[in-house]
């Protein structure tokens, strides 16, 4: 195979060789818009969630409208400085529905537990979108990714019906149903050295052994 003008391989060179150099000297010839390519509201949409991890975007879903990605992309370094406090556990539950209600322990009466919180969600007698379970699912996961460390929160599900005073229509918080998935603070295992799933869960062997990087 006969050297390319531009070869830099010598004359001995392997056919292998020669054939890496030809697949290569393609690459220069894609076009790569490198001015753009950290720019959330000029990059091409098909490369958005490749920013979005690079960047380290805790919430993403496939399904989002274009301009709620490039929002999302935006403002992911803000989002990564207010991680670990209140107001990142807002912002996540401000994107499910307007009614969740955050409530840390020194909020409650009598106060609580010291760094437990719970997450209320109001749902009407008919059920709906926010008495599903995999709804309740989505906001622990996305919850976890931006909660304080130390903290161990709870979603609490209020069931709330019509009821009566006097004359007028009123509607009153009958009970509670927690549901069985809390937040917990495992001191178990060195965590922050195990190897996890996107979704934050650590990695085991066939032995049952967690992966770790520690050296």
């Known amino acids: 195979m006969p050297d390319t003008p531009d070869s ?22 894609i076009d790569t818009p490198v001015a753009t390519l950290m720019h959330p509201a000029q990059i091409d949409a098909s490369v958005l969630p ?9 919430r993403w879903e496939a399904d989002w409208s274009e301009a709620t990605k490039r929002a999302a992309v935006a403002d992911a370094i803000t989002a990564q400085r207010r991680k670990g406090t209140p107001a990142s556990v807002d912002a996540v539950l401000a994107d499910f529905d307007d009614l969740l209600e955050l409530v840390e ?10 760094h437990t919180f719970e997450i209320r969600l109001p749902i009407g007698a008919e059920g709906g979108p926010r008495s599903r379970a ?25 069931l709330a019906v019509a009821g009566r005073a006097g004359v007028q229509s009123v509607a009153r918080i009958l009970g509670d149903t927690r549901i069985g998935l809390t937040f917990t603070d495992d001191q178990s295992q060195p965590w922050v050295t ?17 992966l770790d990087t520690a050296p």
């Open 50 to 58: 490749f920013l979005a991890w690079h960047l380290s975007v805790d």
């Open 105 to 114: 322990w020194h909020q409650t009466t009598p106060r609580g537990t010291p």
């Open 194 to 210: 195990l190897l996890q799933t996107e979704d934050g869960e650590p990695l085991q062997q066939d032995d049952g052994t967690f």
């Open 134 to 158: 995999a709804f309740a699912d989505a906001i622990l996961r996305d919850v976890a990714r931006v909660k304080p460390a130390r903290s161990q929160g709870t979603l609490v599900q209020q």
């Open 8 to 29: 830099l391989l010598p004359p001995n060179a392997t056919a292998f060789e020669r054939a890496v150099e030809s697949a290569l000297s393609r690459v220069t010839a």
